[in-house]
């Protein structure tokens, strides 16, 4: 079956399309095979940015980006690189109804998140104010629920949405100018917790994170750190 058809077949793996009965343990009800979970692109390289988690040549403890860009947050982690099998995996979650695969990538999240991380509370990214009404669910909002149960962490709606932010330019300093002042502190006051992790789908410049970052820092966070599902290398 083509998989873009079967993107909204339930009961088909939303990566290869097959219609299976072998769903995976992880994926309970969410309809990816056994066969496609372990293909989804971990980034695998032995030197990786200690801001963005990106690959680095040469031992060099930044990548060519975080030297460059100053994050807000203070570093930022993803489970996958933002292609193929992932692509297909977000895509199917957040524009094709599959809210059931919430829970695989939740899993996936909290395998993912450092054990020094998890004595801090969770901030999902807000969700665009018409994307709720569109979807009929907060797609990041929910998957952060998610690893909040696996990791016994409380997860904290801070951030809200506010007037329209398309991100449609592609370099970080466009979308930085796009999201600027486009996320709004909404309590509760204090944030006793620490580290904040900011959990967001996917990770395309930073600009996004970097921002909903610095408004949890004006409002008192000491430290925040990211966790994505993708990240476009
Ligand atoms: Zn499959
Ligand atoms: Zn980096």
Redesign the pocket.
Known sequence: MNPVLSLCIPGSCVICGRRTHRISAFASGSAVCDHCVPMIPRIAAPER??????P?TRSLS??E??RRIDYSFNAHISVCEYRDASSSLIRAYKFNGRRSLRGLIAQLMAQELPFSWRAGEIVPVPPRRTSVRKRGYDAVGEVARGIGRVCGMPVERRLQSVGRHEQKALSYEGRLKNVSGKFRFIGPSTISRTPVVLVDDVFTTGATLSECARQLKTAGAREVFCLSFAMEL
């Open positions: 940015c200690e801001i963005c988690s990106a680095t930044r990548c980006r975080c």
